[in-house]
């Protein structure tokens, strides 16, 4: 039988050995029936990594995390006032000068207003 979607696959059920018994199992321990499997993660899987937090020489790449955090910073502060209902503004400039902002309705005239802006412009 093909599947569907696939140009010429074939699936068989027939193939599918999950061998519940214990008679030929050297590593059961004695518990008749008990399946292999586990939640365990496996001990080859590598998780997440961590990284030393240090100036990245190479441009590309710092442009890749500052892209990549900032997104991340951003979403984090929307999270933020959503679950607590407070008030957020967040201001990141780039190497290159340009800043991005994220604020809540209540503080958008901040950033929209001329005072607003030149009390920004003054803290860079």
């Not at 997440?48 to 790449?61: A, F, L, N, P, Q």
């Not at 800043?99 to 802006?117: F, N, Q, R, S």
Request: charged share 35%; with cysteine.
């Amino acid at each position: 039988m093909t599947a569907k979607g696939g140009a010429g696959t074939k699936r068989s059920s027939d193939n599918i050995d999950l061998d519940l018994d214990d008679d030929d199992d050297d590593d059961d321990e004695g518990g008749g029936g008990k399946r292999k499997y586990s939640n365990k993660r496996n001990a080859t899987s590598t998780g997440r990594r961590k990284i030393d937090i240090e100036y990245i020489e190479d441009k590309s790449k710092r442009h890749v995390s500052f892209t990549k955090r900032k997104a991340g910073l951003m979403k984090k502060a929307y999270e933020l006032s959503t679950l607590t209902g407070t008030n957020c503004l967040v201001l990141v400039v780039s190497e290159t000068g340009l800043v991005y902002t994220y604020a809540t309705p209540g503080l958008k005239p901040v950033i929209a207003h001329e005072d607003g802006k030149a009390v920004i412009a003054a803290s860079l």
